[in-house]
Structures are given as C-alpha cells and as structure tokens.
C-alpha cells in the first residue's frame, strides 16, 4: 500500500488479557518505530526497529510490552496481561533508513481500550 | 532526559488571523526538530524539519518555522490562517544521535470561518 497500516483500528479488550497489534511498514522502509499516545498527550517511543532487530526499546514500560519483527517488515506489537492504564491510541511510523534526517511516516494508529 | 514544551493547548483564531504556536525544548546539544500536524480523522504528517543551516525553515501550505538557539525554541508561524488549518500541531525534536522522536503534548488550532 501507499502509506503505513495498522491493524486492528480499534481494540477492546478486558483487563488480563493478551493482545496483538500489527504494523506494515511503507515498502522498503527498513526502520519501524512504535509510539503511544494517551489522551490529551503526544505520542510517546516505545521501541524502533533496524531491520530485524530491535536497536532500541528503552521506551517500553515494562515486560508485559514485547515487539517482534521477524522479516525486517511487519512488526506485531505484544501486551501481556493488559491494564487499564494501557489504553491509548498506539502508533506505528517507519522510515527510509535509520537516521536523523529521515522522515518517519506514520500510521493510523490502533486504539486500544482496556475495560 | 529531553522534553518538550507547548505553552498553547487550544488556540482559536478567526480566518486570515496570524498564527504563531509556541515550542521550546530541553536539551543543550545539537538537535533536530520537527513539526507534525494531524488533521481529524487523519493521521500525523510532518510539516517541516529542521537539522541545520538558515534557522528559518518553509514548510508545506505556507508554515515556516525559526529556531532560535539562544531561547531553545522552535516556533511555528503561519501570517495567514485557514478554515484547513483546523488540526492538531506536535512539536518534537531528535537529540543529534538518537533516532526517536520526543513529542510536546500539542496545540489544538480551531480556525473560524
């Protein structure tokens, strides 16, 4: 596609469940960068990806967030045992190559509630 | 670590009206800066960057943008305003050596026909 997917749009959820998020990067961008967003705040850096691996995850909040990208493309963003507090609207961007000067692209976003 | 400041949370203005959104950041190395802008119902797109050179800096649909060093600042200024600009405005800024983006928590800019 043209520009950066995310799927689900919308997520809902109850407290203590497991959930995936995906992302498809614009193709041949091989930089993956996922953010969150609260109410009312802008997005926070949660993990980025270089290629395959992670280069810096220093943004997730805890181990109940985990984020994979197994073939340099689409990323699935994993939250163990969610809590309330974890809803927000989490947002996936990618970019050329890793970089200061490049432009991150971002996606649409998946709004997740945790009831 | 860095942060970055958006005095404005919600400015209103008439059509034609100036614009000028306020953005400083805390940081005293080299940075780089960015402003995004969501539209409803869209997602963010970036409207100008900044990494080095002239301070002022033109962007998309007639924003510009000064850094100005000494005040750790990055404004957005628009002479004009439209209807169109209703949206939300993100200011964020890269450290010179990291890859992530630090975002403000916004300015929300409702234009008035």
């Known amino acids: 596609g043209a520009g950066v997917s995310q799927t689900p749009s919308n997520k809902v959820t109850e407290k203590g469940k497991y959930v995936e998020l995906r992302c498809d990067p614009i193709?041949?961008?091989?930089?993956l960068y996922w953010y969150r967003q609260s109410l009312g705040q802008g997005p926070e850096f949660l993990i980025y990806?270089?290629?395959?691996?992670?280069?810096?995850d220093s943004g997730l909040p805890n181990d109940r967030f985990f984020a994979v990208r197994p073939e340099g493309s689409v990323s699935t963003l994993k939250i163990q045992r969610t809590e309330r507090g974890d809803s927000a609207v989490y947002l996936c961007?990618?970019?050329?190559?890793?970089?200061?000067?490049?432009?991150?692209?971002f996606g649409p976003g998946t709004r997740l509630t945790v009831l | 670590a860095q942060s970055v400041s958006q005095h404005n949370h919600h400015v209103i203005l008439s059509e034609a009206a100036s614009l000028e959104l306020g953005c400083n950041y805390s940081?005293?190395?080299?940075?780089?800066l960015f402003w995004y802008v969501q539209y409803p119902g869209q997602h963010l797109q970036l409207l100008l960057k900044?990494?080095?050179?002239?301070?002022l800096v033109k962007g998309i649909k007639g924003f510009e943008a000064e850094f100005i060093k000494s005040k750790f600042s990055f404004n957005l200024r628009k002479p004009s305003v439209q209807w169109s600009d209703t949206a939300e405005y993100f200011c964020?800024?890269?450290?010179?050596?990291?890859?992530?983006?630090?975002f403000g928590s916004g300015t929300q800019l409702t234009v008035l026909p």
């Open positions: 961007a990618s970019s050329l190559q890793i970089g200061n000067g490049d432009e991150q692209f």
């Open positions: 193709s041949g961008h091989t930089a």
């Open positions: 990806f270089q290629g395959t691996g992670a280069a810096d």
């Open positions: 940081y005293g190395g080299t940075v780089n």
């Open positions: 900044y990494f080095s050179g002239d301070p």
């Open positions: 964020a800024v890269t450290p010179g050596s990291a890859r992530q983006l630090t």
